[in-house]
Each structure stands twice: as structure tokens, then as C-alpha cells.
């Protein structure tokens, strides 16, 4: 490069600076991008979150170059090559199958996050809208839908899940309706309590008077401002839901053999924890990383979206 290019470049990243840090925004695209940097520099102060986030991004990326990454194939079997120790060949060693453990622990990764983001997208919306609309109508419709909540609450996740993928039936598509059912609960719950304090706004009672529908004040006015905890108690609950997914692919109600789902790796090889400890220890580790990750950039989210940290 240069150093006329090089110039250039210095002079457009000192003018970006520039626009980002103005004290007065010009435009409400110009108040966003600056909130969004603001938002990003209290994140990179926050380490334990961008250590989540790091590992994060590093599991997305395994899952998705999956097939450029794994070594072999992972449902061929030989039995000669069964239970071996890590090594140049198997970096990760064989199970009891003689199957590479690294590879399929590579493919596992897109199984557990198809799982985990599939039922976010399912109960972030049902969530919000229950909660939002409870919190606002108030009267008999708040009563029967938190009453509902209740209900769901009563159980535990990982019961309430086995109770439906029980009555669905195994697999992966069932286990993500299942842990769906049991997840939305909680995310309603937030969205009332936040949007009771919201619907006592002065702004809200100005759209109120000005002739705006309860269906458009809701959609237009209460559900934005409820989005940024949702977003934290969303990221907050991958940690849940990939441990349900988990429990249940262990129990045998999830992803079936021999599919190289995390929960179904662990369950594979608990047999030979005393002896072969590996074929369990590497999956029940990438279950443990990867929920560690979503807790701790969860939290950091939770400081920069939370308008009362600052």
C-alpha cells in the first residue's frame, strides 16, 4: 500500500471517529450508529464477555466449516480402531465404535446450535407478544395469561420438556418444539413486568390521546422498548436450552444414533468414564464451554443494553 493510500485510509478512519463521537447526532441513523458504538466499547471493557463471545463466534464458525474441518468421516465405523487414545491420526481419539471423536464433536457443534437458535427464534416472539400484551391489556386477559405462565413455571424445564417430547416422540424436531413449550414462560414474564412500567410512560399516553389503537401502541410503542431485555434473557437462556437439548439427546428422547449430537456423545460413553474417560470428558466439556459462553456474554450484554448501567 502506498503512503497516498495509506493517508486516505487514516484520514476516512479519523473522520468516521469523528462522526461517531459528535456531541450532537444529525440524523436518527446517525443517534443509532452512535449508541451502537458506545454499546460496543462498554462491551470490549467487560473481558469475561468478550471471552464468551469469543468462544461463541469460534463454535459458529467450527459448525459451519464443519466439512472442511473434520478429519474423517463421522459415521464410518471400524471396529479395529475402536476405543483408541488421542493421536496424530484421531486427535481426539475413537469411540466404541471406532468413529472419530474430533469429527463428529466438529459436526455436533451445528447440531447443538441448530437446536438452540431454532427454539430462540420459536420463543422470543411468543414471549414478548404474551407478555407485552398481558402487561398492556391488563384485566381478565392478564389474569388468564399469567395464569398460564404459572402453570408452566410450576415445572421445571428439563420435566416439562421430557413430559412433551415424551408425548411427541423422539427426535430432533420434536425436541426443539418440546424445550419451546417449556422456555417461552419465563420471557412473558419479563416482558409484563417491563411493559407495566412502560404502559405508565407520559409518551405512551400521548400516542394514547392522539387516537392510536392498543394493537399499534403495543406492536409500535411497548414491544421495541421490551426487545433489549428480552435479547439478554435470550441469550441468557442458550445456557438452558442447550443443556435440555443435551439431557434429553442423553436420555435417548432427542437427537437419535447415530447422530453426532452432544448429549447422545455423552450418553455413547458413559460406559467407559472410569476406564476410557475421553468419549465422555470431550463432550460433556464442549456442553460445559459452550454454556459457560452464553452465560458470561449474556451478562455483559445485560450491562450495555440495562439503560440503568452507564
Excluded at 270 to 287: D, H, K, L, N, Y
Aim: hydrophobic share 55%.
Amino acid at each position: 500500500m502506498t503512503d497516498k493510500a495509506m493517508t486516505s485510509q487514516n484520514i476516512s478512519l479519523s473522520s468516521l471517529g469523528a462522526w461517531l463521537r459528535a456531541p450532537v447526532p444529525t440524523s436518527p441513523f446517525h443517534a443509532r450508529m452512535q449508541q451502537l458504538w458506545l454499546q460496543w466499547w462498554r462491551l470490549r471493557s467487560n473481558l469475561s464477555a468478550l471471552f464468551g463471545l469469543a468462544v461463541i463466534v469460534v463454535i459458529l464458525a467450527a459448525a459451519l466449516l464443519a466439512p472442511l474441518l473434520a478429519t474423517h468421516d463421522i459415521f464410518e465405523q471400524d471396529l479395529a480402531m475402536r476405543l483408541l487414545p488421542p493421536s496424530a491420526e484421531h486427535w481426539l481419539g475413537t469411540d466404541e465404535l471406532g468413529r472419530d471423536v474430533y469429527s463428529r464433536l466438529i459436526y455436533g457443534a451445528r447440531i447443538t446450535l441448530y437446536i438452540a437458535l431454532l427454539t430462540t427464534v420459536i420463543v422470543a416472539p411468543i414471549g414478548l407478544l404474551v407478555g407485552t400484551t398481558a402487561g398492556y391489556l391488563g384485566g381478565w386477559v392478564d389474569t388468564v395469561l399469567m395464569r398460564i405462565v404459572d402453570i408452566f413455571l410450576a415445572f421445571p424445564n428439563l420435566i416439562l420438556a421430557l413430559a412433551f417430547v415424551a408425548a411427541l416422540g423422539p427426535g430432533i424436531e420434536n425436541a426443539i418444539i418440546a424445550i419451546s413449550l417449556a422456555s417461552w414462560p419465563p420471557i412473558a414474564r419479563l416482558a409484563r413486568a417491563e411493559t407495566l412500567t412502560i404502559r405508565k410512560s407520559d409518551y405512551i399516553a400521548a400516542v394514547r390521546l392522539q387516537g392510536a389503537s392498543k394493537l399499534r401502541i403495543i406492536f409500535g410503542h411497548v414491544v421495541p422498548m421490551c426487545i433489549p431485555s428480552v435479547v439478554v434473557r435470550v441469550t441468557l437462556n442458550m445456557a438452558a436450552i442447550i443443556l435440555t437439548a443435551a439431557g434429553l439427546g442423553f436420555l435417548g428422547l432427542g437427537a437419535q444414533p447415530p447422530s453426532p449430537e452432544w448429549g447422545t456423545m455423552l450418553s455413547s460413553g458413559r460406559e467407559f468414564v472410569m476406564t476410557i474417560w475421553w468419549i465422555a470428558a470431550i463432550p460433556g466439556s464442549a456442553i460445559l464451554l459452550t454454556s459457560l459462553a452464553f452465560n458470561l456474554f449474556g451478562d455483559g450484554l445485560r450491562d450495555v443494553l440495562d439503560p440503568r448501567h452507564g
